[in-house]
């Protein structure tokens, strides 16, 4: 989803970029945020109170998310979690790299 964003936005030739693919994958993405935001209601982490490999797992997209400017203010709780997310020695390390 956000590889068909990238790719049709920022990769390709204006000439060769599908912003039917472009849209159909934003609205992909923003569905997902929705279902992050409601995982993210009452816990600081998407599988609870742990930080786990899912929020490993999530914070290259938002990062993705971040630089493509996807990401908004009509989910706040991402937008939280992604700064905790940021704050994280590995993440900064992984950033290094």
């Not at 990238?6 to 929705?34: G, I, N, W, Y």
């Not at 935001?37 to 997209?61: I, K, N, R, W």
């Amino acid at each position: 989803m956000l590889s068909d964003i990238a790719s049709h936005t920022m990769m390709k030739p204006e000439a060769e970029r599908l912003p039917a693919v472009v849209a159909d994958a934003q609205s992909c993405f923003a569905a997902v945020q929705q279902v992050w935001e409601h995982a993210l209601a009452d816990q600081p982490y998407l599988l609870g109170e742990e930080f786990s490999a899912a929020d490993v797992m999530t914070g290259y997209p938002l990062l993705l998310a971040k630089y493509m400017k996807l990401l908004g203010d009509r989910c706040p709780r991402v937008l939280d979690y992604f700064e905790r997310l940021q704050k994280r020695p590995a993440f900064k390390k992984a950033l290094e790299v």
